[in-house]
Structure formats: C-alpha cells, structure tokens
C-alpha cells in the first residue's frame, strides 16, 4: 500500500482523478459483464446467431460510425471529448432499463445501444492514449499503464460476481444501470483533472482534412514495428471475443451453468492477470521490452483451446477458471508492455488517428469474426466452434514483431507539447 501511494502521488493528482475514473467506469463496464448476451437470451428468447449478431453487427456500425471521429479528436483537446463520451454512454444505456421497465425493450435496441457504445468506446479509447501522453512523461508511461492494467483487473475479479448476484436479485437489466452510472461517475472524475491542456495545432484544408481518415493506417502500416503488432492484436483479440458469445450460449443455456457461476468462471482468474501487470515492469527492466512482448504474446495464445473440452458441473467450471487464469495472466504481462510500446512508437500529433485506426480495426475484425463464429456455431455447434477458435489462435504468435526497434518514434516536423 505505501508503494502505490507513492507511485500515486509522482504521478500527480491529475493523473490520480484520471486513474479513478477509469477504476469507476471498469467496475461498471464489469458488474455489467454479459449482461447484453444475457438479456437477449433470457428476457428476449435469442438464439446463437443472433446473440453473435449483438456483437457483431454493433461492434462493427461502431466502428464504421468512429472512423471519421479519429481525425476529427485528433485537433482538439482530449478532456471535453473523454467527458462527452462518456455522458453519451451513459444516456444510451440508461435507455434499456427505461424500455424494460415499460414493456417495450427489443432486440433492435440493444442493438442501436451496441452501436452507440461501441462508437463511443473507440472514441474514448483513442482520445485517452494522446491525453495520457501529455499527462506524463514517456519514462512513466509504463508505470501508468501497469496501473490501468492492474485496475482492470481488481475490478474483474470484484465485478463478475456482484454482478450475477445482483442480476439474480434484482433482474437481468439491473448491471446495465450500474454500468450507465458509472460513465456518469467517470466523466465527473475527468472533469477534475482539471482545465490545463495544450491546444493541438489545427490543420484547416478540406485535403488534409479527408486525408486523415486513413492516416491512422498508413502510419502503423508504414512502421516495420508496429505492423506486425497490430494484425497480431486485432487476430488474437478477434477470435477471443468471437468465442465469448458461443461460450455464453453453452455454459448458461447446453451446460446449466447459474449466472453467478458463469461471472466466478471469469472473475476468480482475473486475479492472474493482476499479478500479471504488476509484473510487468520489473520483467522489463530485466529481459527488455521486446522480449517480453513476445514471449507473453506468445504463451496467451496457448490456454483458449482448452475450452472446447469444457463440461457440466463443478470439472467444467474448474476447466473455464484454469484456462482463463492461464490467459489472463500472460495478458496482465502483455497488455501494459503492449499500450507503452504502441505509445513510445507513435508520434505525438499522430496519437488519436494511429489509436482511433487500431481500434476501428480492432472491433471491425472482432465483428466480422464473430458473425463468421456465430454462424459456425449454429452449424457445428457452439463447443466445435470454440475450439476451431483456439486452434487457431496458436498461429497467431507468428504475428508478433520478430525484432526489437533501433528508436522510439519522436514527433515528426510540426511537434505539438507533449507536456503540460
């Protein structure tokens, strides 16, 4: 505990507002896990392809709807937007316990809710990479996202199961108010950080302005680093997730499985994944950056191909809890080297536009892939199609970049601050 105190306090306190946000939108991003999957099953009688299709489709219209954003945040200053997306969450998930409430809730509007969320989260997620770099200096990039990372993890493990429990108490759509409320939460905590930050330089030409739509693209495609890093990431996060939809069909519909078993599955192993991230910065001050990219990168695409194995009772849920500690433990390594090293490699003025282009693509192949699974799954099954996952999640290892980078990117002609 005095360790984190001191970590929190040189960091600043701007950083620690920014810090608790994200620990408060996790925890309702968490307590609010599989609730979409649920409802549709439960209160709306879906079937495999369609639970697959509220993942897909909205993941993929988000994704479509945040390219054009990317550019568009990159010129502006990242707070107000961080705020904005967050109240945009927020009022679209407040709209599904108001229709559950009146009898009215469909399909079709979980859907639009996926599509805005999932249009917000890019947004989000792009706009508080670039407004952590001109929080913190590069040495303390690491430190941060190793803090982020254990963050999120602590909440998975606290999530999952206060979420069944008060989904099993107070109904299915109970979760997705939380959730709502704390992006209500998280945007208070933003707007504490306080007003100070640098004003991007702002581009006007129409040109330059349709241009950057792509540039995002061209610059981790031109980069021999980042390249292979980013269709290893969106591979590997794809197949994942394309799974989650099928493995949610077959533990809480074939297999039996209660909804408090199904968050314990997933939330007792996290805490893998928390020993994972505070691991992560003396495993690099040990063995490099590059190595322990790729060693880790490597070991979490070994543990998804158990789950074609899973059973009924207590031995399917001890199979799901082991495979999940094994993944999410190499992840909690993973992810915090994976964030520093995709910031260092990233020019400041390019920050939004290379994120925004990394998360498109990441939700627009986690959507395509799971349409295709879906659709597998309602032909072979839901436990063959979770396996055909895994297996080939094993060559995605070969994706990873083979060679540490000679330098970190700096800023290209036409620097911006990078400090406050």
């Known amino acids: 505990m005095r360790s984190g105190h001191r970590l929190g306090h040189r960091l600043g306190r701007r950083f620690g507002w920014l810090w608790g946000a994200y620990g408060t939108s996790a925890l309702g991003t968490w307590l609010a896990f599989g609730a979409f999957p649920l409802i549709a099953i439960r209160v709306l009688h879906a079937g495999p392809a369609e639970v697959a299709a509220l993942s897909s489709v909205g993941a993929a219209v988000g994704a479509a709807v945040a390219v054009p954003l990317g550019p568009w945040v990159e010129f502006r200053r990242k707070r107000p937007v961080l705020i904005a997306m967050d109240l945009v969450r927020f009022a679209a998930l407040l709209t599904v316990p108001a229709a559950y409430a009146l009898g009215v809730l469909t399909f079709l509007q979980l859907l639009l809710v996926s599509v805005v969320v999932a249009a917000a989260d890019i947004t989000f997620r792009a706009a508080s990479g670039a407004y952590l770099k001109t929080l913190l200096p590069a040495e303390h990039l690491l430190v941060a996202n190793a803090r982020f990372e254990s963050t999120s993890w602590t909440t998975t493990i606290i999530g999952p199961p206060l979420g069944g429990a008060a989904t099993g108490l107070l109904g299915p759509v109970a979760t997705v108010v939380a959730d709502a409320v704390s992006y209500l939460l998280s ?92 691991l992560a910065r003396p495993l690099v001050t040990r063995f490099g950056q590059h190595r322990v990219l790729v060693v880790t990168g490597t070991l979490r695409a070994l543990w998804p191909v158990g789950l074609a194995f899973l059973g009924p009772g207590s031995g399917g849920l001890l199979l799901v809890m082991g495979v999940e500690l094994g993944l999410i433990f190499c992840c909690g390594v993973f992810n915090p080297v994976y964030a520093t090293y995709r910031l260092e490699r990233t020019a400041t003025d390019r920050v939004t536009r290379t994120l925004s282009a990394w998360a498109v693509t990441t939700k627009a192949s986690t959507a395509l892939l799971t349409a295709v699974w879906g659709m597998l799954g309602s032909l072979l099954g839901p436990r063959t199609a979770v396996g055909l996952a895994g297996v080939l999640l094993l060559a995605t290892p070969l994706l990873l970049p083979r060679r540490a980078s000679a330098h970190l990117c700096e800023p290209e002609p036409e620097p911006e601050p990078s400090h406050t």
Request: hydrophobic share 50%; no cysteine.
């Open 187 to 278: 945007a208070l905590g933003i707007r504490a950080t306080g007003r100070h930050e640098p004003r991007p330089e702002r581009r006007e030409t129409a040109r330059m302005r349709a241009g950057d739509l792509l540039d995002g693209w061209r610059y981790i495609l031109a980069d021999a680093t980042l390249r292979p890093l980013f269709f290893n990431t969106a591979l590997f996060n794809g197949l994942v997730m394309a799974a989650q939809p099928l493995l949610a069909v077959l533990m809480l519909g074939r297999l039996g499985f209660a909804p408090w078993q199904y968050g314990l599955a997933f939330a007792a192993p996290s805490i893998g994944g928390l020993l994972g991230s505070r």
